[in-house]
């Protein structure tokens, strides 16, 4: 009988959230009383919002197969895509963006591939690798922080220049392969506090 209901139970529910660990946590879950972490901190899936052996992303179930008549979306990058700041994971801008446009009748579904530290590079691997399979319209991308503090923390201005150049080419490579696969690109920038000393590239 309880196996029944969990079964009922939606993915973001609670309890689903407290003891899967493959979902984002929510940030009323941590005990504030005792640790100051970011919400986040207290999930064991901190790294990654991305279980493609499972064919789970942000926790939720995707199939290879597109369903007819849905634009499948996927949100890329590091930890913002991935859910830092957000008071739960029904706030991540994945999920505050689907349930908008659902709202406004469009057939969307959209899943959180965010990965905590990553750049362009896994970005690039992860969607050559693994993502394209999923037949993906529209990938939101979100990067430029994580590569950019990669970029300052070389030493010498010229071993920077080649790094941010091969970071050039990592891009380039990602764009024409979304290209080729007529997968529609959008970039965003991460946005800051005027607190944070770093700047994106």
Not at 110 to 136: E, H, Q
Request: net charge positive; proline share 6%; aromatic share 8%.
């Amino acid at each position: 009988l309880t196996l029944f209901f969990w079964d009922r139970l939606p993915p973001e529910h609670g309890l689903k959230l407290k003891f899967n660990r493959e979902a984002v946590a929510p940030g009323e879950l941590v005990d504030k009383k005792k640790d100051r972490r970011p919400w986040y901190g207290n999930s064991r899936a901190i790294g990654t919002n991305n279980y493609m052996w499972k064919q789970r992303l942000g926790g939720r179930p995707v199939t290879p197969e597109k369903p007819e008549g849905k634009v499948r979306i996927f949100t890329l990058g590091g930890s913002q895509a991935w859910g830092s700041g957000a008071a739960g994971s029904r706030e991540t801008y994945d999920a505050l963006l689907e349930k908008r446009l659902r709202e406004r009748g469009l057939p969307v579904e959209i899943f959180n591939g965010g990965v905590n530290g990553a750049g362009i590079g896994k970005v690039n691997s992860f969607f050559r690798d693994a993502l394209a399979r999923y037949s993906p319209d529209i990938l939101i991308v979100d990067v430029g922080l994580n590569d950019s503090a990669a970029i300052q923390s070389v030493k010498g201005e010229e071993r920077a220049l080649r790094h941010m150049n091969a970071l050039s080419s990592l891009f380039d490579e990602f764009i024409d392969l979304c290209a080729k696969q007529g997968v529609e690109v959008v970039l965003v920038l991460e946005p800051m506090s005027r607190e944070t000393p770093l700047r994106p590239n």
